[in-house]
């Protein structure tokens, strides 16, 4: 099985490099999975029904997320309706959605996980350790094929994850810093992993805003309205192989496909 996991989708420019460049992606690297992170597709912050929707229509085939999931009240029913959207798992008993997905395309299953770190994150969520455990001991045995979506602001707690699930998992890879890490690797169990994939979105910006805002921001230390950059959008993230049959990963490639942002 070949798969594409995209880093965090910012925005409408990003939206748009997505339908215009993932269908060629798909067809010249005979791509059977496509997962993207989604919580800041609408404006740059969060995801409403009409980001997921385009998304979607551009070929994803699940949509991973994080934090800023909540801030678009229109997705909460939305989240309990469409299994592909998923959210944190180790949020607590009751939130809307889940936090995992089983994907079948013809004989063809993954198993995709979403989890959200703790460290330098709020801290309302639960271990996400001990939550992934859960999910592999309740639905591991579904799919050979399993994939996480650690997303989190501490480079060593999504190392961490990655050895913690190193022969259990196909792939471990982190989001939500919106900087595309060089340390892809096969772990000796098995497993592809990436600290953080990237963004799909602006890369003359800051982590997706106009900088020059950013910028300003910084040096007044008042709060200031962001808003998403347009100018050099790029798709981040990386292509992996996995053998369906044992569900070990056996290449990881980081992925940059430049796109301009148009009227």
């Known amino acids: 099985m070949r798969i594409l996991v995209l880093g965090d989708v910012v925005g409408r ?42 998304l979607f229509g551009a070929g994803v085939h699940v949509l991973t997320s994080g934090n800023h999931i909540w801030k678009k009240k229109e997705i909460y029913s939305f989240l309990d309706e469409h299994e592909k959207l998923i959210r944190p798992a180790n949020y607590p008993a009751g939130a809307p959605g889940r936090g995992w997905c089983l994907w079948r395309q013809n004989d063809r299953k993954a198993l995709i996980v979403n989890l959200q770190g703790r460290v330098f994150m709020p801290n309302h969520v639960e271990d996400p350790f001990r939550a992934v455990d859960e999910i592999l001991s309740a639905q591991g045995k ?20 990655g050895w913690y699930l190193d022969g259990r998992a196909s792939m471990v890879f982190g989001t939500h810093t919106h900087v595309q890490t060089a340390d892809e690797r096969i ?38 309205q962001f808003e998403v950059a347009k100018e050099n959008v790029a798709l981040q993230g990386v292509i992996v192989d996995v053998d369906d049959g044992n569900g070990k990963a056996k290449a990881i490639r980081r992925l940059r496909v430049g796109w301009e942002a148009r009227d």
């Open 13 to 54: 420019p990003a939206r748009r490099a997505v339908r215009d460049l993932v269908p060629a992606l798909v067809k010249n690297e005979r791509i059977d999975l496509v997962v993207a992170n989604a919580e800041n597709a609408a404006g740059g912050i969060g995801v409403d029904i009409k980001s997921a929707q385009d």
């Open 187 to 224: 772990l000796p169990g098995g497993t592809a992993y990436i600290t953080d994939v990237g963004m799909c979105g602006p890369l003359d910006s800051v982590i997706g805003m106009e900088r020059e805002n950013v910028i300003q921001g910084f040096l007044s230390q008042l709060p200031r």
């Open 142 to 161: 579904q799919a050979a094929v399993v994939i996480v979506d650690m997303h989190a602001e501490a480079t060593s707690e999504k190392i961490a994850m």
